[in-house]
T-cell receptor, first 113, second 111 residues
Framework: KAGVTQTPRYLIKTRGQQVTLSCSPI?????VSWYQQTPGQGLQFLFE???????NKGNFPGRFSGRQFSNSRSEMNVSTLELGDSALYLC????????????FGSGTRLTVV | SQQGEEDPQALSIQEGENATMNCSYK?????LQWYRQNSGRGLVHLIL?????REKHSGRLRVTLDTSKKSSSLLITASRAADTASYFCADGDGRASKIIFGSGTRLSIRP
């Protein structure tokens, strides 16, 4: 079956702009989580959605937001981009949440200039 | 903030040798998961061990869990060049609906 698909793979944006990243989970998976990975901070949890509801949120400013659609596809949005937002953004899907392993997408590499 | 911490941060071994990585965590867990990440790519789930299990095997992987010490170890036997990657532990708490990753161990396999 198809894996987790993240688009786009690479993105270059200018400070102050906004960006939307997309994630299509494995068919049948209802939980989608987002992580930010940077060399300095490692893998940081952003938020998790299950059946269109945000169940958990990490310690990120309100500029970071997300949503999940009825087909479980998820988007995350970052507004007013800052240089420090440059990172690899990873999406992971799971059928039943943290009691089982997560399947990750290849990520979106965001560079803010 | 990260919950798990891997040790060592970096490890370089000869092909064919065994590699052991350790992970410590701070609070109670439902399970402990190990992932591999090749450079700049997504993470691949390797193995999950539940809090009531002490040891688990999967191919060349062996994971142990000591809940009294809040620690886990991942052993890769008979290492191969393809095992070169970063390895992360992550603790799962079903109630929190999230898994928290450690900082990772960079494993290099020398030919």
């Amino acid at each position: 079956k198809a894996g987790v698909t993240q688009t786009p793979r690479y993105l270059i944006k200018t400070r102050g702009q906004q960006v939307t990243l997309s994630c299509s989970p494995i068919s049948g998976h209802r939980s989608v989580s987002w992580y930010q990975q940077t060399p300095g901070q490692g893998l940081q949890f952003l938020f998790e959605y299950f059946s269109e509801t945000q169940r958990n949120k990490g310690n990120f400013p309100g500029r970071f937001s997300g949503r999940q659609f009825s087909n479980s596809r998820s988007e995350m949005n970052v507004s007013t981009l800052e240089l420090g937002d440059s990172a690899l953004y990873l999406c992971a899907s799971s059928s039943l949440g943290t009691d089982y392993g997560y399947t990750f997408g290849s990520g979106t590499r965001l560079t803010v200039v | 903030s990260q919950q798990g911490e891997e040790d060592p941060q970096a490890l370089s071994i000869q092909e064919g040798e065994n590699a052991t990585m350790n992970c410590s965590y701070k609070t109670s867990i439902n399970n402990l998961q190990w992932y591999r990440q090749n450079s700049g790519r997504g993470l691949v789930h390797l193995i999950l061990i539940r809090s009531n299990e002490r040891e688990k095997h999967s191919g060349r992987l062996r994971v142990t869990l000591d809940t009294s010490k809040k620690s886990s170890s991942l052993l890769i036997t008979a290492s191969r060049a393809a095992d070169t990657a970063s390895y992360f532990c992550a603790d799962g708490d079903g109630r929190a609906s999230k898994i928290i990753f450690g900082s990772g161990t960079r494993l290099s396999i020398r030919p």
